[in-house]
Structures are given as structure tokens and as C-alpha cells.
């Protein structure tokens, strides 16, 4: 399994089929606040936005039935869609980013983010790259998963 | 064989776009948002583009809402962005919101609710940049 490195640039000549990549991410309270907070300044207005403590209270999570606080759906999208930008690199684009949340994640669940080649087509100048991305965590659950289509360069 | 289900909602606002609010992209947000992620792509932190996932933080008004009626209670189930062209700080985008559809499955869980709305970013010339589409379910839990 290779790790990724946006400033290494991924080739679609030295793609295959099969080819996988990963990233790691234990996404703790201090991070879920800092990414509601940053969407508090962008509302001009501050706290979570569902007001039952889903995401930051552990007895608010309690009360609807989670063993701890869980992490924003979109926050695990973004994370799962850097994957996607770090694997394309400066030189590649994204398409789309098309993620099912299956089961929610929870507070320091330890992570895999995770993609694997599926499908690839030539084109002119770049090649076209499918992609399976998910997110495991430490019980073998996927609480993401989804597909992605990206634009490689060629050498 | 399965019991039609029964569920409400407003089929006048399907397919009807709104125009939902105007962002600027501002440098201090982006960056903000990058040191988050743990960002290290160059085109984000030095070269002034926008992260594609930062497209979903931007906080438009609610668009047309079809109130769907069923069920006790609500998740957010799937999302899907498709990037047309690449945002850069300092760039204004307009969001347009639409309820796409409204649909529902019954399987051995019971029934679930499905609602499909679309954001569409324009960008000053009124181009697309991206569509983000949510999957909202609804379901009944419990009695």
C-alpha cells in the first residue's frame, strides 16, 4: 500500500489496475471543533449545526443512541476527497467525488482513507482514472465509501 | 410483496432553481480550512487554488424545501461534487439550489425516503464550477 504525496506527481503511465493508496486520520474533538468552528465564522455565527450534541457532547451522542460523539459527514467527505487531490498531485484534476455514508464515524476511531484503481482509459495528454475510496476504520467497518473519477498526466 | 408508502411532500418546488446567496473566497478562510486538513498540496497552500472540499463549506441559504413528511427522524446518506473548473481565492461564487427529486424504497428494513437536492456553484460569468448533490434519507424508527 503506498502513502501519498501531493508534490510527487502520479503518472497515468505508471498506474495499474489494482494499484491502491492510503492516508491515515484519527479525527478527535479538537479537530470536530476546529472544522464546525471554521463553518461558525463562514455562518457569522458560531456552535454546531444540528443542536442536539451529536457531534461534540459524548451524553447529547448518548441520548440519540452513538457510543461517542461522531464526526461530521463532511468533514470525513473532505478528508476522504484530499486523498483524491493529494493521489492526482498539482498536475492531475478531479471530475467528480460520489461517497455513500454508510455508518457514522466516530470520535478517535483510527482510520484508514483509502483508494484503489478500478478502471483506467487513455486520452490525449491525460488519462482517465476511476477510482474506489473508502474510509476503514479499526473495527473493519467502511462508514465511507464511494467512487471517484480523476484526469492523470502522462509522462 | 411490499405496501406502497405512504409520505408527503411538496411537488411544486421539484426541479424549481433558486438562486440561494453569494460567497466570496476568501484567502484567510482557505487558508484556515487547509491548515485543518493538514493540506500540503501546493496548488491549495501556495498557488491560490480552492481545495474541491472546501466548495462544500461554503454556507449558502437553504434552497426551495419540498418538507418531506415521514418518518421520525433524518441522515444524511450520500454526496456527490462534480468539479467543472478550478476556484481560486478572491473568486465570488453564486450558489443555485434545486429539490431534485423525491422517491422512496422499501426493503427489509422497512421504508426509507429518499430526497436528491443540487447545489450548482456559478462562478462571475455565471459558469458552472461544480454540482453537489445530497442524498437526505428519511426513516421511521422505533414505533
Known amino acids: 500500500m503506498k ?45 454546531g449545526p444540528t443542536g442536539d450534541g451529536r457531534f461534540t457532547d459524548p451524553e447529547g451522542a448518548r441520548k440519540l443512541g452513538f457510543p461517542k460523539p461522531i464526526v461530521p459527514g463532511a468533514f470525513s467527505l473532505s478528508k476522504l476527497t484530499k486523498l483524491v487531490t493529494d493521489w492526482v498531485g498539482t498536475g492531475g484534476s478531479v471530475d467528480f467525488v460520489d461517497v455513500n455514508f454508510r455508518r457514522p464515524v466516530l470520535h478517535d476511531d483510527a482510520l484508514k482513507v483509502q483508494g484503489l484503481v478500478t478502471d483506467t482509459e487513455e486520452g490525449d495528454g491525460a488519462g482517465t482514472v476511476k477510482l474506489d475510496i473508502y474510509l476503514e476504520n479499526e473495527r473493519g467497518e467502511r462508514p465511507l465509501q464511494g467512487t471517484a473519477v480523476v484526469q492523470l498526466p502522462r509522462r | 410483496m411490499s405496501e406502497e408508502a405512504v409520505f408527503e411532500y411538496d411537488e411544486s418546488v421539484i426541479g424549481v432553481e433558486e438562486e440561494v446567496g453569494t460567497i466570496t473566497v476568501e484567502a484567510e478562510t482557505v487558508a484556515r480550512y487547509c491548515e485543518l486538513m493538514g493540506e500540503t498540496n501546493p496548488l491549495y497552500t501556495e498557488q491560490g487554488f480552492v481545495p474541491p472540499s472546501y466548495l462544500q463549506r461554503m454556507r449558502f441559504r437553504g434552497g426551495p424545501d419540498p418538507k418531506v413528511k415521514f418518518g421520525n427522524t433524518g441522515f444524511h446518506a450520500g454526496s456527490r461534487m462534480e468539479l467543472l473548473k478550478p476556484v481560486k481565492v478572491g473568486q465570488t461564487l453564486t450558489g443555485w439550489a ?3 427529486e423525491v422517491y422512496a424504497k422499501t426493503g427489509r428494513s422497512g421504508t426509507m425516503v429518499f430526497q436528491v437536492s443540487r447545489l450548482t456553484y456559478r462562478d462571475e460569468n455565471g459558469d458552472e464550477v461544480a454540482h453537489s448533490d445530497q442524498l437526505m434519507v428519511r426513516r421511521q424508527v422505533g414505533e
Open chain 1, 3 to 47: 502513502t501519498v504525496d501531493p508534490t510527487t506527481q502520479t503518472y497515468f503511465d505508471d498506474i495499474d489496475l489494482g494499484d491502491e493508496f492510503e492516508d491515515e486520520w484519527t479525527p478527535d474533538m479538537e479537530q470536530v471543533l476546529g472544522y464546525l468552528g471554521l463553518e461558525g465564522d463562514a455562518l457569522g455565527e458560531g456552535g
Open chain 2, 98 to 100: 434545486q429539490a431534485k
